[in-house]
């Protein structure tokens, strides 16, 4: 028997045979871990009225990266009585629930389905049940995952450029370290690391301080504020 | 405001291109907090070369224009059972790198100071894509 706490098997395609109806049991919304992405961030904060910075001091753990879970009943720190207060905005994880999904850099994708909560009333499609059309496609559409998908690639694209740098830059110090007999602590670059990851995930405030920098006016359209978001991260790399 | 030890030890720490250590943790943190937040893993794919199997470099005489599958094989390389291991155990993409030893002597470096640089010279280098980085999206369990 496949436990909740097995590890998922990808290996769905888009034209697989799936379906999910949600009860809206909650249960689902309860002792998760949800990484969220700076889009992520942005479209809860806004959701919201908050600012990032906001949003990330109040319902985030782990600078800004994990979507806060209350520690009494477990619950996700953005439910209330009538169930998720942000819908239309929430995470990427919790639009493909209960199916995980797997993007490749370089193109590519697989999906898994993840066990349900043993008390979930979602109703899985069946052989019996399945229509023709019920893929994990026609699931997904109904999700509006592609705005994510967007972002989420954009960054990847981001990330495969920085972490050539970071090799550089760590080979390059190393060596100079070794050559002034000087080596980093732990506890430095942790004091470091709590406080520079939240500012790097508070969009609002990178991007404000790039458009007060470049004498632009910061725009209202998401996107075009991951845009900057992601050339300010940019133009400070040039640096090195 | 920075005391002047503190800051003589960031100058110290600096690499050639000014990069400090404050700022390489900084950038340090964004790659680990980016690549969290998009669940990024490895997936070994499947052109990787299968457990035992025998790597060889070979080297074709193109013509120009011509048919690819008619170039001439100049000669093979055998790589050794520890070069293959290391191979098949790395992560990630791999850089085929042709090198020349340079015949230049090593240029002269302040007192002290050993050759970080090495005489070799890049000719081609080749990029093989053995793995493919990904983006996990899922809810995970919290006693996972």
Known sequence: ?????DPPLFNLSRYSAFSYECKRCLKCCHDKRISLTPYEVLRLARNLGLTTKQFIAEFTVEAGTILRFRSDDGACSLLNEHGCSVHSDRP???RMYPLGGSFGFAGGEKFARLTPHPEST???GTAATLQRDDTVASFLSGQDIAPYQRANQRYAELLTRLIPLVAGCITAALECETAAGEATT??????YSAFEIAEWFDVDTVVGQFCAKKQIPIPSDLDAQIDLHIQAIEEWCEEF | MKDSTEEQLENSLATPSTINRRDMTKLLGLVTALSASLGVTFTVSASSPAAGAQLKLKFFQQIPG??????RLLCTIDLSPEDQQKLAASEGPLELRMVALSTFKDRELPAGRAATTSPEVTISSTTIAKANWSMIKQQINRRD
């Open chain 1, 1 to 5: 028997m496949i436990s909740e706490t």
């Open chain 1, 92 to 94: 990427a994880a919790c």
């Open chain 1, 122 to 124: 979602g109703i899985y």
């Open chain 1, 186 to 191: 732990e506890d430095e670059t942790a004091t």
């Open chain 2, 66 to 71: 011509g048919d690819p599958a008619k170039a």
